[in-house]
């Protein structure tokens, strides 16, 4: 899943080519070329919030909302309602540095990734992963990838390297 400049929602990157990519909108499923001349993407996976220790990743943020029992605010509720939000569920976040707009975008990003039933979580990278003889990647055979789709046939899953320290 991907954010687009000058674009609102999220989109699912269907292909690229050297000047641009060809996205899906998860909201109205429409399908088109963005260019990177005039468009830049971020992929949900690469985006960090800040926090008064360490960053966390997004995905961090979005399991704590999934999580929480607090009732979801609308992403056009006022401001304190949004910061009154995120201080119950994640009270960790540095709330100087991360700006009410940044809010919204998270309440409206959750709103749109639950409703197309995708569940984005963070895979963990395996200490051998990480040596030497490892450092090329290696094909995945296609049965371990239907598999993966046969345990979870009603949400789709985003695996998500953690950052190293």
Same mark, same amino acid.
């Given at each position: 899943m991907v954010s687009v400049t000058g674009l609102t929602g999220l989109f699912e990157l269907l292909s690229s080519k050297a000047d641009g990519g060809i996205v899906r909108?998860?909201? /109205?499923?429409? =399908?088109?070329f963005v260019s990177t001349r005039i468009h830049n993407f971020s992929h949900l996976e690469s985006i960090e919030v800040y926090? =008064?220790? /360490?960053?966390?990743n997004l995905v961090e943020v979005f399991t704590a909302m999934g999580k929480?029992?607090?009732?979801? &605010? /609308?992403?056009?509720? /006022?401001?304190?309602a949004l910061q009154g939000y995120f201080k119950k569920v994640y &009270?960790?976040?540095?709330?100087?540095?991360v700006y009410i707009s940044d809010m919204k975008k998270m309440v409206k990003w959750f709103d749109?990734?639950?409703?197309?039933?995708?569940e984005i979580k963070l895979s963990e990278v395996k200490e051998d992963a990480l040596s030497p003889e490892n450092a090329m990647p290696k094909a995945? &055979?296609?049965?371990?990838?239907?598999?993966?789709?046969k345990e979870a046939p009603a949400a789709k899953k985003i695996n998500v390297p953690r950052k190293m320290a």
């Open positions: 909108s998860l909201e /109205d499923k429409t =399908t088109k926090t =008064t220790k /360490d960053n966390v929480s029992k607090e009732k979801l &605010p /609308d992403a056009k509720a /006022d401001n304190k &009270p960790e976040m540095d709330f100087e540095r749109i990734l639950t409703a197309n039933k995708i995945k &055979p296609t049965a371990a990838k239907s598999k993966a789709t």
